[in-house]
Antibody
Framework: EVQLVESGGGLVQPGGSLRLSCAASGFTFSSYAMSWVRQAPGKGLEWVSAISGSGGSTYYADSVKGRFTISRDNSKNTLYLQMNSLRAEDTAVYYC????????????????????WGQGTLVTVSS | EIVMTQSPATLSVSPGERATLSCRAS??????LAWYQQKPGQAPRLLIY???TRATGIPARFSGSGSGTEFTLTISSLQSEDFAVYYC???????????FGQGTKLEIK
């Protein structure tokens, strides 16, 4: 059974830093891209960042570019999100998700839909 | 950025009836669209990918259709456990710049 378990959330002051982790099990971790998606309280889903299976390619939403860094340790089956210069608007539940690849029009892509998702970890940015 | 717009924001339907949820993309995403269900306090769950393919374990009462810019999620006969928030998501871009719709809350009438 595929499992994703996030940790590392908590209360942090504006301008502070936090590192989230996502421990994966039940699949060949290095074969899949992974992603972070967040959800502010009472709001919808917002994609944050993604990383290729090898870790060699990373992608970010404009809202976090330059402040957040996604990484992975395939030897430990763990995904990370280093969050710096945190703002109040970063307050959210952060989910990690396995990214399913797909093929279309003769080309195959590593980045498709998200399945499954972890249970999420809450990050609160407040003084 | 591809903007995803869902309608309606809230849909009130009686158990046993059919529910139809819409999702529109600001530009064509081909069939690169997924639907998720989210219940309070839970993580989203994948329902549909490729616009019309049900994910593993998803009941046949859930169906997806559409391509290009117009998509529909239909729940043929609502069960009590189906009342939740539903999100569409496009994955057409490469490099990825995923975007979600704002969600449709399906509530009991």
């Amino acid at each position: 059974e595929v499992q994703l378990v996030e940790s590392g959330g908590g209360l942090v002051q504006p301008g502070g830093s936090l590192r989230l982790s996502c421990a994966a099990s039940g699949f060949t971790f290095s074969s899949y891209a992974m992603s972070w998606v967040r959800q502010a309280p009472g709001k919808g889903l917002e994609w944050v960042s993604a990383i290729s299976g090898s870790g060699g390619s990373t992608y970010y939403a404009d809202s976090v570019k330059g402040r957040f860094t996604i990484s992975r340790d395939n030897s430990k089956n763990t995904l990370y999100l280093q969050m710096n210069s945190l703002r109040a608007e970063d307050t959210a539940v952060y989910y990690c998700a396995k990214v399913r690849g797909y093929c279309s029009g003769g080309s195959c892509y590593e980045g498709g839909w998200f399945d499954p998702w972890g249970q999420g970890t809450l990050v609160t940015v407040s003084s | 950025e591809i903007v995803m717009t869902q309608s309606p924001a809230t849909l009130s339907v009686s158990p046993g009836e059919r529910a139809t949820l819409s999702c529109r993309a600001s530009q064509s995403v081909s069939s690169n669209l997924a639907w998720y269900q989210q219940k309070p306090g839970q993580a989203p769950r994948l329902l549909i990918y490729g616009a019309s393919t049900r994910a593993t374990g998803i009941p046949a009462r859930f169906s997806g259709s559409g391509s290009g810019t117009e998509f529909t999620l239909t729940i043929s006969s609502l069960q009590s456990e189906d009342f939740a928030v539903y999100y569409c998501q496009q994955y057409n871009n490469w490099p990825p710049a995923y975007t979600f719709g704002q969600g449709t809350k399906l509530e009991i009438k």
